[in-house]
């Protein structure tokens, strides 16, 4: 008796390539949910039953991460050339970041929204765990991946766009993250070592961050969009600027417990005197993103995990403006957080809806016709 097939392949080695199309890029969709459980809890305004959501959103998006290691993390055990097939197209690579940041997303979710859960004991040492974890797997991505764009990668003058930030935005999320561990760590030279290395991470982040915003920059004057579905990536640029305000607001909150005072006084004023002015570019650039995304809308853009882009992003600038109307206790700021929140929602819930509608139709799965590069063109006359 003949063996059915699927698409003429036998039904197992059809699995095996389904499940060979679930890449990097997945963990996104824990990132974007993770995000609007901070960002909710962390919302400078009382909402009823806001808390009770972002609890029931912080669950999903632990299922969501256990089941994609699971999912993706076997299948690479087992097939180790689809790594490096993700690894050396210069699309998909820099997707690798987007797994350590869906670790520490969702352990900096068990101490702000999880430990009324599960305990705070449990909660605390769940977090060590997945922030151990993402902060290694960042700095590596944030070595590795660039070492491939500077040895490897075949990349076009016109190439840069906003998925080369997902590699190097991880060890910011890590010093955000890490500022909620400082207060569980015993005071002395641990505490300490740990508030300056979360600065180091700041650092390392945000100044690579702002060469590659540079150059998405640069490539938008001189070529302009793709037009296509990679267009929302462009939301990613406001990723390491919101997470950058948080990380300063939340390391500066804390920089008491690890130094003496003066000096945690002058990290608790940087978190405004730095936050302010980036958040006022972060504005500017929601702006451009935003006509840009409804310029390619507009002609028909196609749904694609990248808008998932639309999600953590919009989080991050939540949970930052959240920074800034504490240290500042501007009415102004707990107005645009909770603005700011609200447009994530919609987002967040239209972006999970398209995405488990063309997983249930096995679009999602399927690999994109052409890995031609990606070319950027402008369009005057639109």
Not at 71 to 84: D, K, M, N, S
Not at 136 to 151: E, H, R
Not at 176 to 195: E, K, N
Request: net charge positive.
């Amino acid at each position: 008796m003949a063996t059915p097939t699927v698409d003429g392949q036998p039904p197992s080695q059809n699995r095996v390539e389904v499940l060979g199309n679930v890449g990097p890029n997945w963990f996104a969709s824990v990132m974007g949910t993770g995000i609007v459980a901070t960002a909710g809890a962390s919302l400078p305004v009382h909402v009823v039953g806001l808390r009770v959501f972002a609890e029931a959103v912080w669950v999903l998006a632990t299922v969501l991460l256990v089941v994609l290691i699971v999912l993706v993390g076997g299948h690479w055990l087992r097939h180790p050339t689809v790594a490096r097939r993700h690894a050396r197209n210069p699309q998909m690579a820099h997707f690798y970041g987007a797994a350590p940041m869906a670790l520490l997303t969702v352990g900096g979710g068990a101490v702000l929204v999880g430990r009324d859960l599960i305990g705070e004991r449990i909660a605390v040492d769940l977090d060590w765990v997945l922030w151990t974890a993402g902060t290694l797997g960042g700095l590596f991505t944030a070595v590795s991946i660039p070492f491939l764009m500077f040895t490897q990668h075949d990349v076009e003058p016109d190439a840069a766009f906003g998925g080369w930030l997902m590699p190097v935005v991880p060890p910011m999320v890590s010093a955000a993250m890490g500022a909620l561990l400082l207060s569980h760590m015993d005071p002395g030279t641990g505490r300490q070592t740990m508030l300056y290395g979360c600065y180091a991470m700041f650092g390392l982040s945000l100044l690579a961050s702002l060469n590659i915003i540079a150059m998405i920059w640069s490539r938008l004057v001189l070529y302009g969009t793709s037009g296509t579905a990679r267009v929302p990536t462009l939301w990613i640029v406001l990723g390491p600027l919101g997470q950058s305000i948080t990380a300063a607001g939340l390391l500066g909150a804390a920089a008491h417990l690890a130094i003496e005072h003066d000096m945690a006084e002058d990290m608790n004023t940087f978190a405004v005197l730095y936050g302010v002015p980036v958040w006022g570019f972060a504005v500017l650039w929601i702006a451009l993103a935003s006509a840009l995304t409804v310029r390619t809308l507009r002609r028909g853009m196609p749904f694609a995990l990248t808008w998932w882009s639309l999600t953590f992003p919009v989080g991050t600038f939540v949970t930052g403006t959240a920074q800034l109307a504490a240290h500042t206790h501007l009415p102004a700021f707990k107005v645009a957080a909770a603005l700011a929140y609200a447009g994530l929602l919609f987002t967040w819930l239209l972006v999970a809806i398209r995405t488990a509608r063309g997983s249930l139709r096995g679009n999602l799965l399927k690999l994109p016709p052409s890995t031609a590069p990606i070319k950027a063109h402008k369009d005057p006359a639109a």
